[in-house]
């Protein structure tokens, strides 16, 4: 059986990914280079690998803990967990999202990278990828250490814009799981 999927995103992938084993897969992707895929920008990218019982048990207690789930435009990763079986019951916040609340109906880059220049947060990590990309390499050509580096990085941007955004908001991210949300 052959299966076409249209768009490489983390769901694209994902999708794949999971069908690889049963069938003949091709992914169709406008951007030859992934580099403005969700996947690419995503905090860490897919690799098999991860999908060891251990690494799987820690992933979902680590979850089952969270209280918070901070990132960027959310929703592609938090629809990645949820379409791998894993369970998260926190809450959410979406930094683009809430970018999106700042600028007031004002037409705005919502990407990481402007938000966080928008904020004066230093977002660190765009480098290590892009040297990859105008390689023509993919992100199963980056190097573990170096895709590690990313996702600290993108992280760490992500949070410091996070806590920019809730005191603007005048919100305690501290405090905010522990209050009654409707």
């Known amino acids: 059986m052959k299966v076409y999927i249209i768009g490489g995103g983390i769901i694209g992938f994902s999708t794949a990914y999971h069908l690889s084993n049963h069938c003949d897969v091709t992914v169709f992707e406008k951007d030859n280079s992934y580099s403005l895929s969700s996947f690419a920008r995503s905090c860490g990218g897919f690799r098999s690998q991860f999908f060891t019982p251990i690494n799987v048990d820690i992933l979902q207690n680590t979850l089952t803990r969270t209280e918070l789930l901070i990132g960027h ?65 993919g992100v199963d050509e980056i190097s573990w250490d170096k895709l590690v580096e990313y996702g600290e990085q993108d992280v760490e941007s992500t949070y410091e814009l996070a806590l920019v955004q809730a005191q603007m908001l005048k919100i305690n991210l501290e405090e905010w799981p522990n209050e009654k949300h409707s």
């Open 73 to 137: 435009n959310i929703k592609y990763d938090l629809q990645w967990l949820l379409s791998c079986g894993f369970k998260y019951g926190g809450l959410l916040w979406d930094t683009m999202g809430v970018e999106y609340l700042l600028a007031r109906g004002l037409h705005r880059d919502l990407s990481l990278s402007a938000s966080c220049k928008r904020r004066d947060v230093t977002e660190k990590k765009s480098e290590i990828f892009d040297s990859f990309i105008k390689a023509g390499k």
